[in-house]
């Protein structure tokens, strides 16, 4: 109870930043069916090569879409703050392989997918073994064939960075990572995620700009991991949020001083939007940690419309075929790890008193 009363005590601290949720909420509804319509042009066609059978095509559509419109309006929402038009298309794709990306990298449903990822990122694409790898490599191959050659270096060297950081994320299911560890991951995945979707937005990202995009970056992942603490520690998964290390006060004033860093990069009028939006993003962290029930029967209304869906968090994106091959080791306790060698012991024993054929 005395936290929640702190957490609202936070969200009334970062009143400055509500000012500008009714410019938010309109500009998404403005933009948020040409995103839809974009979808249905760019993203729909790669998930009809790919995947055949209708009902998966149908439930992954959903998971995408969700994600292609949440992560959509919050790349607009910059565009507009930094005066720049992007492509709709490039925006939609980005956010659909933003969802694929992190559910194959965080599913454990190959052990070398990183490697292969990484080679895709790297300009030498292996053969991709899954389906969901397979989809993800069609995106990215859409995004590189609507940027010019210089800004694909850049995003494409943006993204391997993102992606050695991303590889050190499963650390944290350690149970003995350190805060100093962690904070290194918080930084590196978060500022350079937010880091490749600007780019993907404007491409001419000065010194400064660049900076701020990339520490706002870091407030998002660590919101990210506010909101998933209680599913993060069923499954195992250590985070500075998790530990109590980082609170959605500390986020709000996170936010607070990045504002008056906006103000003086792009000034008040593109200022106010954006941090509408992450007001409106505290709000809905804090709804759904504090009121889940609530937040559950709301999710399930709005992920019922393709206008209200980037409201909801959104199914897992992965084919089942591929999920059907998970390959996380089960939790390193002390028990269990004694259990393992005991086990390990016992078969090296085996293959020594048998012959070999």
């Known amino acids: 109870m005395r936290q929640g009363s702190a957490e609202i005590a936070a969200l009334f601290r970062c009143g ?4 500008g949720l009714p410019a938010a909420i309109g500009h998404a509804y403005q933009r ?3 995103l839809n319509a974009a979808f249905d042009r760019v993203v729909a066609p790669s998930l009809n090569r790919v995947i055949s059978d209708t009902g998966e095509r149908a439930r992954i559509g959903v998971s995408l879409r969700t994600m292609s419109s949440k992560f959509g309006l919050a790349m607009l929402s910059y565009a507009y703050t930094a005066r720049c038009e992007p492509s709709l298309e490039i ?4 956010g659909a392989a933003t969802r694929l990306y992190d559910d194959l990298i965080d599913g454990d449903v ?3 997918i990183g490697d292969r990822l990484g080679s895709l990122f790297g300009g030498r694409a292996e053969t991709p073994e899954l389906d969901g790898e397979r989809l993800l490599v069609w995106i990215v191959q859409e995004i590189a064939r609507r940027i010019t050659a210089s800004d694909d270096a850049a995003v494409f060297a943006d ?3 993102l992606h050695e950081f991303q590889r050190l994320s499963c650390r944290q299911r350690e149970a003995d990572i350190s805060p100093a560890v962690l ?10 995620a937010n880091l490749v979707l600007c780019r993907l937005v404007n491409p001419r990202l000065g010194l400064v700009e660049r900076e701020l995009v990339m520490d706002l970056g870091v407030t998002f992942q660590m919101l990210d991991d506010y909101v ?3 599913e993060d520690r069923r499954n195992g998964v250590t985070t500075l949020a998790s530990l109590s290390l980082v609170t959605l006060a500390d986020i709000g004033l996170r936010f607070r001083v990045l504002r008056r860093r906006m103000l003086a990069q792009y000034g008040r009028r593109g200022t106010r939007l954006y941090c509408g939006m992450l007001f409106f993003l505290l709000l809905q962290a804090l709804a759904h940690r504090r009121l889940p029930s609530l937040g559950r029967q709301f999710g399930r209304a709005a992920g019922r419309s393709s206008t209200l869906a980037f409201l909801t968090r959104g199914d897992n994106s992965l084919p089942h075929a591929d999920r059907d091959r998970i390959t996380r080791p089960p939790e390193r306790t002390a028990t ?3 259990e393992q060698t005991r086990q390990t012991e016992q078969t090296e024993q085996t293959d020594e008193e048998t012959p070999c054929e």
């Open 16 to 19: 400055r930043l509500a000012l």
């Open 32 to 34: 948020i069916e040409g």
């Open 91 to 94: 925006v939609v794709l980005a």
């Open 110 to 112: 190959d052990p070398r």
């Open 159 to 161: 993204l391997r960075s």
């Open 183 to 192: 904070e290194q991951i918080t930084q590196g995945k978060g500022a350079h």
């Open 228 to 230: 998933d603490v209680d």
């Open 336 to 338: 269990g790890q004694a």
